[in-house]
């Protein structure tokens, strides 16, 4: 993996006062579908570039992969179309989709309630971090519009990891930026690969359903909680650990 822990941004896992004691959780946030209300343009943009390489696949195809790997999309690509996806065609598509979400950057808006949610943990001072599968090239465009600096605030994308969702590996770094043992962090996704990689490396999925995923399917991927969007989690943020 090409990321670095960095030791200042370092979260204490336990708080003791007298002889209470308590683990101190951290929150790991997908961006897409998560904070930023940006799913339904990568599924726009997909199409764009699909069609631009003569692939015929149905928009409600495209957005059931919303939010896993790259890799992982090519091969649902291969599954269902029986087309050969090759190195340069999924390089080629990677690049219209990145431009055609470009395109669409005045459109992404935080979700209701994101802004919000970033700054009472910040406030009540539990760290958190962003882990996308998204590239920078494309998150660039997400992290503006919730006012996110990636220089001052942990952000994990896919240009960092190996392998991106379902597999754990954003997680797992997004928690060791914040040096913080993944047992003690709470991942907040709206889709079942954000929930998928929950499971798979120990966390706690917690399951928006402003993605478009319905509350069976998170919970049968392993959320323990769903809530409908940021502003809804932010409200019962005590039931998931987010205490002062």
Excluded at 74 to 86: A, D, F, H, P
Excluded at 116 to 140: K, N, Y
Excluded at 157 to 166: E, F
């Amino acid at each position: 993996m090409k990321y670095r822990a960095r030791k200042e941004n370092l979260a204490p896992t336990t708080l003791s006062e007298g002889t209470d004691m308590r683990i101190q959780p951290v929150f790991l946030f997908d961006l897409d579908g998560t904070l930023v209300d940006s799913v339904y343009q990568h599924v726009l943009a997909w199409k764009h570039a699909l069609d631009a390489e003569g692939i015929e696949l149905s928009v409600w195809r495209i957005h059931r992969k919303i939010g896993m790997s790259g890799g992982l999309f090519t091969n649902q690509l291969l599954r269902e179309t029986g087309i050969e996806i090759s190195a340069e065609r999924v390089e080629r598509l990677r690049q219209a989709h990145a431009t055609a979400y470009r395109q669409q950057a005045t459109q992404i808006r935080p979700l209701p309630g994101a802004r919000e949610l970033l700054s009472s943990l910040s406030e009540a001072g539990i760290p958190w971090a962003i882990a996308t599968s998204g590239r920078m090239e494309t998150a660039a465009v997400n992290l503006a519009s919730l006012g996110v600096d990636p220089d001052r605030t942990p952000v994990v994308t896919r240009d960092q990891v190996k392998y991106a969702k379902p597999d754990p590996d954003l997680f797992l770094a997004a928690a060791e930026r914040l040096g913080a043992p993944i047992e003690t962090a709470v991942v907040v996704g709206d889709s079942i690969w954000d929930m998928l990689a929950a499971v798979r490396c120990r966390a706690l999925g917690v399951g928006l359903l402003s993605g478009g995923y319905g509350p069976d399917e998170l919970r049968q991927s392993g959320a323990f909680r769903v809530y409908e969007d940021p502003a809804d989690l932010l409200q019962r943020i005590d039931e998931v650990g987010g205490r002062r």
